[in-house]
Nanobody, 119 residues
Framework: QVQLVESGGGLVQPGGSLRLSCAAS????????MGWFRQAPGKQRDMVAL???????TYADSAKGRFNISRDNTKTTASLQMNVLRPEDTAVYYCHAVTRIGEIYESYWGQGTRVTVSS
């Protein structure tokens, strides 16, 4: 079992920055992908950024060039640095982790942290 705890959400003005963090605990040795998703009111949950255990990253088109995902040296924390924030970035951001044991994959989600971009 994996537990994910997010932090860093809040209110920020357009053009500002926020840094979100996700701390993983439990069976962390089996995690091979961590990432961030977001869900705005009335919309589906979409991928924002992913990072593998090897450091490979993937970004949504709307995030590329503005956001950066990283992991600490122990690979138990995934951070999302968000710059040049826009009102359309307003959403609940969810940490996500995928474990793999052989051919068995399991998905885990955090509780979410709210980001509001407004003047």
């Amino acid at each position: 079992q994996v537990q994910l705890v997010e932090s860093g959400g809040g209110l920020v003005q357009p053009g500002g920055s926020l840094r979100l963090s996700c701390a993983a605990s439990g069976s962390i040795s089996n995690i091979n992908v961590m990432g961030w998703f977001r869900q705005a009111p009335g919309k589906q949950r979409d991928m924002v950024a992913l990072i593998t255990s090897n450091g490979l990253t993937t970004y949504a088109d709307s995030a590329k060039g503005r956001f950066n995902i990283s992991r600490d040296n122990t690979k138990t924390t995934a951070s999302l640095q968000m710059n040049v924030l826009r009102p359309e970035d307003t959403a609940v951001y969810y940490c996500h982790a995928v474990t793999r044991i052989g051919e068995i994959y399991e998905s885990y989600w955090g509780q979410g942290t709210r980001v509001t971009v407004s003047s």
